[in-house]
């Protein structure tokens, strides 16, 4: 099983990037998928996270509105979306994958399998 999450890098405070997290080896279907992010010192903190279909969708209060989560099935690929980037938002981010319906989707302890993460920079 293999997540590789790629995109990250230095942005300036404002700016835009695209996270992609490309999933092989996964046994079974339908994993929901999720992104988190972890800053030096702290525990990693739930981003967005995107059911199996793409019907349903759930963002931490303190992205909505800036960061949209979406996937390409076809692709194995989920995305994330990151706009009007702060600061505050540096952190390593990473995607995470399980079978489990919505609500479980935003606690990591739920994940059966993670990404290696992706360093986001955001300078002000």
């Known amino acids: 099983v293999q997540l590789q999450a790629s995109g990250g890098g230095l942005v300036q405070a404002g700016g835009s990037l695209r996270l992609s997290c490309a999933a092989s080896g996964l046994p079974g279907s339908r994993y929901g998928m999720g992104w988190f992010r972890q800053a030096p010192g702290k525990e990693r903190l739930f981003v967005a996270a995107i059911t199996w279909s793409g019907d349903q969708i759930l963002t931490a209060d303190s992205v909505k509105g800036r960061f949209t989560v979406s996937r390409d099935n076809a692709k194995n690929t989920v995305y994330l979306h990151m706009n009007s980037l702060k600061p505050e938002d540096t952190a390593v981010y990473y995607c995470?994958?399980?079978?489990?319906?919505?609500?479980?989707?935003?606690?990591?302890?739920?994940?059966?399998?993670w990404g290696q993460g992706t360093l986001v920079t955001v300078s002000s």
């Open positions: 995470g994958a399980r079978i489990g319906g919505l609500s479980t989707l935003q606690y990591p302890r739920y994940y059966s399998y």
